[in-house]
């Protein structure tokens, strides 16, 4: 069965800071796999996918991801954070429908 | 920018009552979902249609949910005797293109959600 895991349920970083938040993932063949962010009382709002080719996606707002297949990860990068970062951030793996993570919180403090 | 909405944003209902959710996918799209999420918990898969069928439901939409396009437009979900447990926040979501019956992997966009309340 598909599932991915988010390890951080809430991650902190300073504005201006990187900012890594963390996936896992098992599937049985391929992976694709996305990161979607929610902010209060909105929908889910794309950020990137990983279907096939480089290994380091890039998406909106400045964000990016690296596909690492030896090590099932797919962790979200930003060189640098900014406060409108703050929101809750989901990895989830796909075979027609998604499967979410437990979500993790970021925090960007000014 | 086209976009999914949803309606009401928020539903209060009494135990046992028929309640259905409304969702107007974007226009151009032929992938349609429900999703939920419990307070707190992770969003979770409900059902996907495509080509005026269920292609897959989870095991979660049981007998007392169903899916409908009515009009070409509108994509809705109903539950038929609401419980307790029913309570989240569900939301909508469609994406595009034709992969000739394959899963669809493009990114799928989501509607604002709507909150269900039942009491």
């Known amino acids: 069965a598909q599932s991915v895991a988010q390890p951080e349920d809430q991650v902190n970083v300073a504005e201006g800071n990187p900012l890594t938040v963390k996936c896992t993932y098992s599937v049985s063949g391929n992976p694709y796999l996305f990161w979607y962010v929610q902010y209060p009382n909105r929908g889910l709002q794309f950020l990137l996918k990983y279907i096939t080719g480089d290994n380091l996606v890039k998406g909106s707002y400045g964000f990016e991801a690296e596909f690492n297949k030896s090590q099932t990860s797919f962790h979200l990068k930003k060189p640098s954070a900014l406060v409108s970062d703050s929101a809750l951030y989901f990895c989830a793996v796909s075979g027609g429908k998604l499967i979410f993570g437990q979500g993790t919180e970021l925090s960007v403090k000014p | 920018e086209p976009e999914v909405t949803q309606t009401p944003s928020h539903q209060v209902t009494q135990m046992g009552q028929e309640v259905i959710l409304r969702c107007v996918p974007i226009s151009n799209h032929l992938y349609f979902y429900w999703y939920r999420q419990i307070l707190g918990q992770k969003v979770e898969f409900l059902v996907s249609?495509?080509?005026?069928?269920?292609?897959?439901k989870s095991e979660i939409f049981d007998d007392q949910f169903s899916v409908e396009r009515p009009d070409g437009s509108n994509f809705t979900l109903k539950i038929r005797s609401t419980k307790l447990e029913d309570s989240a926040m569900y939301f909508c979501a469609s994406s595009g293109g034709k992969t000739g019956g394959f899963p669809n992997y493009n990114e799928q966009f989501f509607g604002p959600g709507t909150r269900l309340t039942v009491l």
């Open positions: 249609f495509y080509n005026n069928e269920i292609s897959e």
